[in-house]
């Protein structure tokens, strides 16, 4: 059976853009066009890849499976078109690119950097979880995230670019705001403020705590760092915070930061992307920029 690679190359700008006519913006055809590229693909594949609601689409499971392939032969097919017409310059679309939330305040100094190199970045927030499943499934051309030195991925590439340490952060009157340093056990008794489960920060947070005997279920589950830190600043507890997430507001005097006295309080700064052999020129180009820029 021979597919047509344009087919598949309609379909995962269907699928990015979630609306037929959208895609068909996109790419100059029709909308009766583009719904007859899908349609023939689907009688190809022999089950639905695509369900129709409102004035969008959702991909089936099927459809999901068959995505990253596509995107694949997208991204293949537009590098080898601009080789052949001796393009030097970029293409216009932008690469996605995923920070986890520890990050997100990175997302302008990322996106200014990379258009220095000729990339333009598109970039979406989530937990470092989801972000990574995002990559695997060709969701995302790469995701920066915070993880411990030792984590590893299956089936993708971890990029080191850099590091933070992790800190207690604390409210101004705080007990232990006026140590330099506190030892894990030293948290004992008090009210715990963590982020969603997923967040790589809050997985390196519990490994230090677990030698202690203290777990996630002493405290508050506040979702994304921005909750937890709002929660510090209430007064409703203390967290374990990256230092660089928290410095703007360590140094306006409304939380205070208070070393920890353990071993496992270095977390890094991770670009997570597809392996070597699968990664556009793009994406290699991000990774190039981000390792050569590391401290």
């Known amino acids: 059976m021979r ?91 932008a690469l996605r690119v995923g920070l ?15 258009r220095t190199a000729g990339l333009h970045l598109r970039i979406v927030a989530r937990p470092a979880g989801t972000l990574i499943e995002e990559v695997r499934a060709g969701r995302l ?14 089936d993708l590439d971890l990029h080191r670019v850099g590091e933070d340490q992790l800190r207690l952060v604390t409210p101004p009157g705080h007990p232990l705001a006026g140590l330099g340093y506190v030892a894990p056990h030293a948290l004992r008794g008090e009210t715990l ?11 390196q947070a519990e490994r230090l705590l677990d030698g202690v005997g203290l777990s996630a279920s002493q405290g508050l589950e506040l979702g994304s760092l921005w909750g937890v830190l709002a929660g510090v600043r ?13 410095a703007r507001d360590v140094q306006a005097g409304v939380v205070v930061s208070v070393g920890l006295e353990a071993p496992a309080v270095t977390v890094t700064h991770t670009l997570v992307t597809a392996p070597a052999a699968l990664l ?16």
Do not use: C, K
């Not at 099927?62 to 694949?72: F, N, V």
């Not at 051309?141 to 299956?154: F, K, M, N």
């Not at 967290?239 to 660089?244: K, L, N, S, T, Y």
């Open 100 to 114: 986890s939330f520890a990050l997100s305040e990175q997302a302008s100094a990322l996106v200014r950097r990379a």
């Open 234 to 246: 209430a007064g409703d507890g203390v967290a374990i915070m990256p230092a660089g997430f928290v």
């Open 3 to 93: 597919i047509n690679p344009e087919h598949l190359v309609t379909f995962s700008v269907v699928a990015e853009l979630g609306s037929v006519s959208r895609a068909g913006q996109a790419l100059n055809l029709s909308q009766p066009a583009v719904s007859g590229q899908l349609r023939a693909l689907q009688e190809q594949f022999g089950q639905p890849l695509y369900v129709r609601h409102g004035r969008g689409v959702a991909l089936t499971e099927a459809g999901e499976r068959l995505l990253p392939h596509a995107q694949a032969i997208a991204r293949n097919l537009a590098e080898v078109a601009g080789q052949i017409s001796g393009a030097r310059q970029r293409p216009a679309a």
């Open 141 to 154: 051309g790469a995701a920066l995230i915070v993880t411990s030195p030792q984590r590893a991925v299956e």
């Open 193 to 203: 403020l963590w982020s969603a489960r997923g967040s790589g920060v809050r997985r």
């Open 280 to 295: 556009s020129a793009e994406v290699r180009a991000l990774a190039e920029l981000l390792v050569a820029a590391r401290p």
